[in-house]
Structure formats: C-alpha cells, structure tokens
C-alpha cells in the first residue's frame, strides 16, 4: 500500500471513530457512562448514511439493531391496510430507533425514513444484550424512554378518539409553546405541515383550513418558515 493511501485509510478510521464516539456519546441511554465504557460501546457500532427521502427500514424486515441519529433527521410512520399513512414521531440528533430489536427476534411495525441526509450509528442486537447486562444503568435509561413514548402514543390515540381536529391542533400548538425556552409567544413547528398532518390524524388540506380558522378567530398568527405567533393562550385551550 503507497503512504498516501496508508495515510487516507488512517484518516478514515480517525472519522469513523470520531463519528461512533460523537454517536455514543449523543445518545442519553449512554452519555451517562464513564469514557472508557463508551469506547468499549463505540467499537460496536457500524457507521451509515442515508440520502434524504431513503428508507431506513420498512415494516416486516427484521428488526435486529438499534439507530442512533449521529447527524440527521428521520421520521418514524405506519401504513394502515388502505396505505393511509400514520406518522408516529420525528427523531433528531441523538434519539434513536429500532429499540424493540433490544429484547426479541421481531419485525419492524413501522417504516423509519430520511427527512435529510442522515448519518447513523447502528449496534447489533447481540452486542446491545452483553451491555445491558454488563451496565445495568442502560437499562434504566431505556425503560425511561419506554415510558416516555408510551405515554406520548396514549395520549395521541385518546386525542384521536375523543377530541376534534381543531382541539388536536389546539393542544399540539399549546404543547410546542411550553417546550419553548423563554416567554416568547412565537414558536416554530418541529415538522412540516405535511407531517403534521399525518401525526394529528388529518389531511394537509383540512390542517391548512382549521389553521386559518384559528387565526380568523385570532388565537394565532401564522408567520413565515413554519413560525406560529400564540396571540390568545387561553382562548386556544378552549377550542
């Protein structure tokens, strides 16, 4: 091998090993652990990306890893036996999927698709079981978010049954004005309206009309690049 090639297969092991310590070290089931304990995780993991609009996994295919966003964005959905499409969750940078893969031979329930060009950090089962076992602590961190978006799918199916679109629209926008730092009553929606749509139970259409009814009815302001401007708090609560 010439010394310039040894030199670039040098550089790309120095990236790939920054990426899986930068992935690690990201994740909250992990961040927690000493640094040695998060080289010894970072071993494991498998670098790879995706362009956007690429699909992660499909519903079916076997589950058997665990997707730590390194860099990127994905979104989480299901199809129903008509092809509608259902969106669970939008993850980020640091959160991960493929969970279910961490106790059981199983199959995915869902698709996971690139927003955005994505980079993640994959870990096999079999090494995910010797760590839990070896750091209990992971464990724990795991069953919090378990609960977490157990609690967040409940939620979201008993707004599906009992309340109409406008007070799922209502709530969702109440909920993004309290996640924001300060007192400003501008928000920006975490996902397109498209997307939106489909995690409120809705089409894109009738999320555009309702909106424009709560902003005729001045509760909000709808600015531009996805911005909302919460003029009446209260008043939206009681839709």
Do not use: W
Not at 96 to 102: P, Q
Not at 115 to 136: G, H, N, S
Not at 189 to 201: E, Q, R, T, V, Y
Request: proline share 2%.
């Amino acid at each position: 091998m010439r010394s310039e090639d040894i030199q670039i297969h040098a550089h790309n092991c120095h990236n790939d090993k920054e990426t899986h310590k930068a992935c690690v070290s990201l994740v909250p089931i992990f961040n927690h652990l000493e640094e040695e304990q998060m080289d010894e995780i970072m071993v494991t993991a498998q670098s790879v990306s995706y362009k956007k609009g690429e699909i992660i996994y499909r519903a079916g295919e076997q589950s058997d890893s665990l997707y730590i966003i390194n860099n990127g964005k994905i979104r989480i959905y299901r199809l129903s036996e008509s092809g509608k499409e259902q969106l669970v969750r939008i993850l980020n940078t640091g959160e991960f999927t493929g969970e279910h893969a961490l106790f059981s031979e199983s199959t995915h329930e869902s698709y996971a698709e690139a927003l955005v060009d994505t980079k993640v950090c994959m870990i096999k089962r079999a090494d995910l079981q010797e760590f839990l076992l070896k750091y209990p602590s992971i464990s724990l961190k795991i069953l919090t978010e378990f609960s977490t978006r157990l609690e967040q799918s409940e939620k979201q199916t008993t707004r599906f049954a009992t309340e109409k679109v406008e007070t799922r629209i209502a709530l969702f926008l109440a909920e993004c004005k309290d996640s924001e730092e300060g007192k400003s009553k501008e928000i920006v929606l975490p996902m397109s309206k498209k997307n939106l749509a489909s995690f409120l139970g809705t089409t894109p259409e009738t999320l555009s009309r309702k909106l424009a009814d709560l902003e005729d009815q001045g509760f909000i302001s709808q600015k531009a690049q996805r911005k909302i401007e919460i003029i009446d708090l209260d008043g939206l609560l009681l839709v």
